[in-house]
């Protein structure tokens, strides 16, 4: 595609419900990163994966959160359990190469646990 | 200690002087480091990059590096109110994912 698409853009769930947040990265870029920005903070590093593989998941955390990430294109992040101060924007970028010349960042899944 | 540590702000400036960001890293072994715009409710995008100590300029941008005081800072001049956004630092250590600073909120006034 054109840029990195997230969806749902928006996600309003329950405390102690699942959810998948999807980023879909620019085709061919071969590194996809997550991140996590509560309101009025910077970014939170979260996981990336150079293709299929997460060399640095160092930034999950807590075991309530996992990714994978298939066919070298699509990921997904799961949320189990979801508390109240996992509500943040999370963003997903691509780069080609894994380089860390340029991010481009998709416009990100608003999430709020209620 | 934050790895990237930035001043939030705001910092405010009168339209047409220089805007100065400043970002110090902790991590001796970042060799990439980049600062990136952030608008309001929108995700950020690449503005600079600079990996080699002193100076690097694009357009009103200057970017510029010192690893000895591990110190990055970002110089805007003639800021326009369209500038007034967050702008966060970034420094990039091997095969690390980029590690964001706080973001410095600027405000250009007209």
């Known amino acids: 595609g054109a840029g990195v698409s997230q969806s749902p853009s928006n996600k309003v769930t329950e405390k102690g419900k699942d959810v998948e947040l999807r980023c879909d990265p620019i085709s061919g870029h071969t590194a996809l990163y997550w991140y996590r920005q509560s309101l009025g903070q910077g970014l939170e590093f979260l996981i990336y994966?150079?293709?299929?593989?997460?060399?640095?998941k160092s930034g999950l955390p807590s075991d309530r959160f996992s990714a994978e990430r298939t066919g070298g294109s699509v990921s997904t992040l799961t949320i189990q359990r979801t508390q109240q101060e996992d509500s943040a924007v999370y963003l997903c970028?691509?780069?080609?190469?894994?380089?860390?010349?340029?991010?481009?960042f998709g416009s990100g899944t608003q999430l709020s646990v209620l | 200690q934050k790895e990237v540590e930035q001043n939030s702000g705001p910092l405010s400036v009168p339209e047409g002087a220089i805007a100065s960001l400043n970002c110090t890293y902790s991590d001796r072994g970042s060799q990439s480091f980049f600062w990136y715009r952030q608008y309001s409710g929108k995700s950020p995008e690449l503005i600079m990059s600079i990996y080699s100590n002193g100076d690097k300029e694009d357009g009103r941008f200057t970017a510029q590096l010192n690893k000895a005081s591990q110190y990055v800072s970002l110089l805007i001049r003639d800021s326009q109110p369209s500038d007034s956004a967050t702008y966060l630092c970034a420094s990039a250590s091997g095969r690390r994912a980029l590690t964001f600073g706080s973001g410095t909120r600027l405000q250009v006034q007209p």
């Open positions: 970028a691509s780069s080609l190469d894994g380089g860390k010349e340029k991010l481009f």
């Open positions: 994966f150079q293709g299929n593989s997460a060399p640095d």
